[in-house]
């Protein structure tokens, strides 16, 4: 069966399991207005962290033109909106997410449905999302219709397919609960395994010649028993992405993850160090690359608590989220064939979860910049996923500006 083929009949088969589930949480406007007036509002100016009430916010053409006392506004806009009551933010930035992957769990799977995920961001107030880690016959046109307005989302940002090692993550994660008759199709679309250092610069080569914003490389090992990319492997890697002007984002466990990454040349570390407490004697060596960090809490603490506590849903989550997915969550099979294999992981991050805050707040105090990012997967949903950050890197020690 062809590529073609198969995404063909994959689309038909996820417009028919999802009719029904995919009402509009936004809709584009058939004739947008060409001035807007939003009328006595509060407008949070990050900033200085002050909150300004009694605003009207003039927009003209998709741009602000004013933001003035009620009483000196425009009085006639095409559209005028009541702000009373609420507060005007900036769009939010995920700088974590998959949109072409499913939030139901693994034992009560659902095919993905990235419409119905770009839409719900946009719900949630987040008007940018850097996808790390798509299928490279998806995440590329679902970019480029986003940027045409021809599908509701937010900008943005792709990696593409995930460079690993041989075998390495995400790889044997797909090998083990990707079903069988799409696991082929998914691995090769969605990662990229490479064994030296030509193959490396080779591949990098490939994924930026599919439009690639990021290089995306793993380099923690999930679950342990899987290989790591060697270090040769990965300093080949982001070499190539800079000399094609691409950062390299590299996914890490480990304080050994990071610096190995960072001595590497990464931009970004993904995921941050969520498998030890960071030693206080690194933390100054860490913040000393000057390498920003996505710390994902939100997707650790959901695996974490995973048939340990009740889920508890957000009202956002209840707004976004259609209520056969959130019920599913609250009945954790009690028997699961592949515990053996996920089990030691899934306990390794509940004894760590405390220790992601202590991490958080003292490379936030050294200097670290901390980007919030969802990882949007099984129980992080688009967009409420990232306010479930946002708590938690408040409860780590960040003010909530």
């Known amino acids: 069966m062809t590529d073609k083929l198969l995404l063909a009949l994959l689309a038909v088969i996820t417009l028919s399991a999802c009719s029904g589930t995919t009402e509009d949480l936004v809709r584009l406007p058939e004739t947008p207005p060409s001035s807007v007036l939003i009328r006595n509002t509060a407008v949070f100016d990050p900033a200085s962290g002050a909150r300004r009430e009694g605003l009207d916010v003039s927009i003209r053409n998709g741009l602000i033109t004013s933001i003035s006392p009620a009483s000196q506004s425009p009085a006639a806009a095409d559209q005028v909106i009541d702000g009373s009551g609420a507060t005007l933010l900036p769009g939010l930035i995920d700088m974590h997410s998959h949109v072409g992957f499913s939030s139901a769990p693994r034992w009560q799977p659902e095919l993905p449905d990235p419409a119905r995920n770009l839409r719900a961001y946009l719900y949630s107030g987040v008007t940018t999302v850097l996808d790390l880690g798509g299928m490279d016959n998806q995440i590329f ?29 995400p790889v044997a994660v797909l090998d083990k609960f990707a079903p069988w008759w799409i696991r082929w199709y998914i691995k090769k679309h969605q990662t990229r395994e490479v064994g030296s250092a030509d193959a490396a610069r080779a591949t990098v080569a490939e994924v930026a010649g599919l439009g690639a914003d990021v290089i995306k490389l793993a380099v923690d090992r999930i679950p342990e028993s899987t ?65 920003p960090m996505v710390v994902t809490m939100a997707v650790f603490e959901n695996y974490a608590l995973l048939g340990r506590e009740p889920r508890q849903a957000t009202a956002l989550e209840r707004e976004t989220v259609p209520a056969k997915t959130l019920a599913a969550f609250d009945a954790v099979p009690e028997s699961d064939p592949d515990s053996a294999f996920f089990r030691p992981y899934l306990d390794l991050l509940h004894a760590q979860r405390l220790h992601w805050r202590d991490n ?32 938690l890197l408040v409860e780590s020690g960040l003010s909530p500006a």
Not at 243 to 268: P, Y
């Open 227 to 291: 290989p790591r990319i060697a270090n040769e492997v990965l300093r080949a890697a982001v070499a190539e992405a800079r000399a094609r002007q691409l950062r390299a984002v590299a996914h890490v466990g480990s304080v050994e993850d990071a610096i190995d990454a960072a001595e590497a040349g990464v931009s970004l570390w993904v995921h941050g160090v969520y498998k030890q407490r960071i030693p206080d004697e690194q933390i100054g060596q860490l913040a000393a690359f000057g390498i």
């Open 360 to 391: 958080v707040r003292r490379l936030h105090a050294a200097g670290v910049t901390i980007l919030a990012g969802s990882d949007m997967q099984a129980g992080v949903f688009p967009g409420a996923g990232l306010h479930r950050e946002l708590d």
């Open 141 to 169: 046109d679902l970019r480029a219709r986003t940027a045409s307005g021809a599908l509701p989302g937010p900008r943005l940002f792709a990696a593409g397919p995930i460079i690993t090692t041989t075998g390495g993550h």
